[in-house]
Antibody, heavy 121, light 106 residues
Framework: EVQLVESGGGLVQPGGSLRLSCAASGFTFSSYEMNWVRQAPGKGLEWVSYISSSGSTIYYADSVKGRFTISRDNAKNSLYLQMNSLRAEDTAVYYC??????????????WGQGTLVTVSS | AIQLTQSPSSLSASVGDRVTITCRASQGISSALAWYQQKPGKAPKLLIYDASSLESGVPSRFSGSGSGTDFTLTISSLQPEDFATYYCQQFNNYPAFGGGTKVEIK
């Protein structure tokens, strides 16, 4: 069974940093492209970042470019999101999501349960 | 950036009703559109990709159609477990989601 489990969320002050993790199991993690998608409280979904299976190709949404860094450790079946210079508008539930092998790039067939990041003083 | 506009933003329907949700893209995206269902406190679930391809395990009462800029998600006979919020998403370039349509019980 495919499982994605996020961790690392919490309360952080504006300008602070946080590192999110996503532990993957039930599939060959090293063969799949992965993403982070976030959802502000009561709002819609926003794609944040993508990383290819090898980690060689990375994309970011303009809203986080230069502040967030996506990475992965295929030996540990883990995906990460380093978030720096956090702002109030980064407050959201952050989901890790897998690219669908059937549908291809940027179609998300499995999602974690999410981890809440709150940026507030 | 490509923007997606969903309508309506919410609707009330009864069990057994046929429900249609539309999604309009600000520019042509061919068939690069997916639909997701999200229930409160849960992660989204993929329903449809490539505008009309049903994801494995999704009931056949869900269907999608359209290409270019105009797309539709149809639920042929609404079931109690279908009350949720639905999002369209384009993947023609960097992903973007529509604003969502909340389907509520009438």
């Amino acid at each position: 069974e495919v499982q994605l489990v996020e961790s690392g969320g919490g309360l952080v002050q504006p300008g602070g940093s946080l590192r999110l993790s996503c532990a993957a199991s039930g599939f060959t993690f090293s063969s799949y492209e992965m993403n982070w998608v976030r959802q502000a409280p009561g709002k819609g979904l926003e794609w944040v970042s993508y990383i290819s299976s090898s980690g060689s190709t990375i994309y970011y949404a303009d809203s986080v470019k230069g502040r967030f860094t996506i990475s992965r450790d295929n030996a540990k079946n883990s995906l990460y999101l380093q978030m720096n210079s956090l702002r109030a508008e980064d407050t959201a539930v952050y989901y890790c999501a897998r690219d669908s092998p059937a549908a291809g790039l940027f179609v998300f067939d499995y999602w974690g349960q999410g981890t809440l990041v709150t940026v507030s003083s | 950036a490509i923007q997606l506009t969903q309508s309506p933003s919410s609707l009330s329907a009864s069990v057994g009703d046929r429900v249609t949700i539309t999604c309009r893209a600000s520019q042509g995206i061919s068939s690069a559109l997916a639909w997701y269902q999200q229930k409160p406190g849960k992660a989204p679930k993929l329903l449809i990709y490539d505008a009309s391809s049903l994801e494995s395990g999704v009931p056949s009462r869900f269907s999608g159609s359209g290409s270019g800029t105009d797309f539709t998600l149809t639920i042929s006979s609404l079931q109690p477990e279908d009350f949720a919020t639905y999002y369209c998403q384009q993947f023609n370039n960097y992903p973007a989601f529509g604003g969502g349509t909340k389907v509520e019980i009438k």
